[in-house]
């Protein structure tokens, strides 16, 4: 596919600025949040019986550990597949 223009000159995509992050990797700061946000999350902390800043510091803390946990449960998923020479023996064990 040709371009009209020479690559170097084209302009960037619209969405290359952005970070592609997870949401659980992102940092919940109370500066960050819109106001229908804070006062949510305020609620949330005052039903658990704290600030707002803890409650994000435990939010975050615990979203991080999801994160890990889900990735732990992935690696543990996948089982090597047997080598070439594995699947031979295998092979030649088995009765005709």
């Known amino acids: 596919m040709r371009y009209a223009q020479p690559v170097a000159c084209r ?7 952005r ?15 819109t106001e229908g ?3 949510y999350e305020a609620k949330r902390a005052a039903k658990a ?3 707002l800043d803890a409650w994000l510091r435990d939010k ?5 550990a999801e994160a890990a946990e889900a990735a732990k449960v992935t690696l543990a998923e996948a089982p090597k597949k047997p080598g070439f020479f594995s699947r031979l023996l295998e092979r030649a064990q088995k009765p005709l």
């Open 60 to 64: 975050e803390k615990r979203a991080k």
């Open 11 to 17: 302009k960037p995509r619209r969405w290359a600025h």
């Open 49 to 51: 019986g704290m600030s």
């Open 37 to 39: 946000q804070r006062a």
């Open 19 to 33: 970070s592609l992050t997870r949401v659980s990797e992102r940092i919940m700061d109370a500066k960050k949040l």
